[in-house]
């Protein structure tokens, strides 16, 4: 008796969602159909091999949202599985892809890329804050604790500008991808 699942690393959708649409497809031709998806992987299921390709949706609807899942089954497509705003979809090859218009591909994003713009500058901010403060008072923080305080801060602020800043650089270069 073999594996009944099989776990494939999520690379990041921002950076290579085509590329792992496609592997997707892959895996299910060899019977590894997808199940589940969190940040760091995708969860697939032995199964019959089909021909199946995936897409996702990038919309801030809920799970409940019966009309949102029935247009997309009307079309061919099938929901697997829901992360957040992010829905993952699969249909038979020859499908109508979801996004047939170029600028509703490049926009797919676009309040993803606003929430991690504003984590961007909300960490540079903090950032700069501890280092002024630092700066002004450095002297007057003998204390360990706002030395630790401080640290902490600026630790968790670069924890956050930096993938923030590269999800929203690859958001951006999808975006323009999409309209070009």
């Known amino acids: 008796m073999g594996k009944e699942y099989k776990y494939m690393i999520n690379k990041g959708l921002a950076f290579s969602e085509e590329k792992m649409m496609k592997k997707l497809s892959d895996r299910a031709k060899e019977g590894w159909i997808l199940e589940k998806v969190t940040l760091m992987w995708f969860k697939l299921k032995k199964g019959e091999p089909q021909n199946l390709i995936y897409a996702v949706d990038c919309n801030k609807v809920k799970k409940s949202d019966e009309e949102y899942f029935e247009f997309f089954e009307k079309s ?79 630790f968790l602020s670069v924890m956050i500008a930096v993938p923030s800043l590269m999800v929203t650089v690859a958001l951006y270069f999808s975006a323009r991808k999409g309209k070009n």
């Open 76 to 154: 061919g497509w099938t929901h697997v599985f829901t992360l957040d705003y992010l829905h993952f979809f699969s249909a038979k090859e020859g499908t109508v892809p979801i996004y047939t218009d170029k600028d509703q591909e490049g926009e797919k994003y676009e309040s993803t890329r606003k929430w991690y713009i504003v984590a961007l500058v909300s960490s540079v901010l903090a950032f700069i804050a501890c280092i002024i403060i630092s700066a002004r008072y450095g002297s007057a923080m003998d204390n360990t604790m706002w030395f630790s305080v401080i640290a902490i801060v600026v």
